[in-house]
């Protein structure tokens, strides 16, 4: 499954992934020229945000030619930005909430790689074999959905930038991990000193000898 903005709205890339059994969720652009085929009923009382979900064939004679058979175009109401969202979609047995979720759940995947990039500096690959390549992507994944449950863990409000740069100051310092992360400012109180009486004794009592 393939999920992407407008950018991607390339007919003959699509028809390619198609082709070879990929599915794709990309948001079209507004001067899409089409004609509808079918409207699918839409759910009821389920689903509000959810405006239209249709089966659709290009117009234009030359992306048609590129990408001739139907596709699913689903409208959306995207709350958060007050914005209508419209897709495209060869996938045609999913739920049209389904449609819109997949395309939602991008943002926060181009977020998480870019966490990646930038907080753990994965902009190079040390080695070039793609043995090399796999192990450092799987190292900076695992990494980062660990700092992530750490983020989870913790009573303190962490920003994700800041625990990563605390935890590289603290990365050798003998402390309990959690206690750390709730409490990351509080000052630990230095032990009592210990006061060996015996040997106090003996040194007044030489003095006084």
């Known amino acids: 499954m393939i999920v992407a903005d407008a950018f991607y709205n390339d007919f003959s890339l699509l028809n390619v992934w198609d082709s070879n059994k990929v599915f794709f969720v990309i948001r079209h652009k507004e001067n899409l020229q089409f004609e509808t085929v079918k409207e699918n009923e839409l759910p009821d009382n389920r689903h509000q945000h959810v405006l239209k979900d249709e089966m659709i064939v290009l117009k234009n004679h030359i992306s048609k030619k590129k990408y001739p058979k139907k596709l699913r175009r689903v409208v959306v109401w995207d709350e958060k930005n007050q914005s209508v969202i419209e897709l495209i979609t060869n996938q045609m047995t999913w739920s049209c909430n389904t449609i819109s979720e997949l395309y939602k759940s991008r943002w926060d995947i181009e977020i998480f790689f870019r966490e990646i990039k930038q907080l753990l500096h994965i902009k190079s690959f040390i080695g070039t074999t793609e043995n090399a390549v796999m192990i450092q992507i799987w190292t900076a994944l695992i990494t980062i959905l660990m700092l992530k449950a750490l983020k989870a863990m913790a009573k303190y409000n962490w920003h994700f930038s800041n625990l990563v740069a605390f ?35 003996l040194k007044i009592s030489k003095i006084w000898l």
């Open 167 to 201: 935890i590289r100051l603290n990365m050798f310092v003998k402390i309990d991990l959690q206690k750390w992360l709730d409490e990351p400012f509080k000052q630990e109180e230095s032990p009592p000193q210990k006061v060996i009486q015996g040997g106090s004794f």
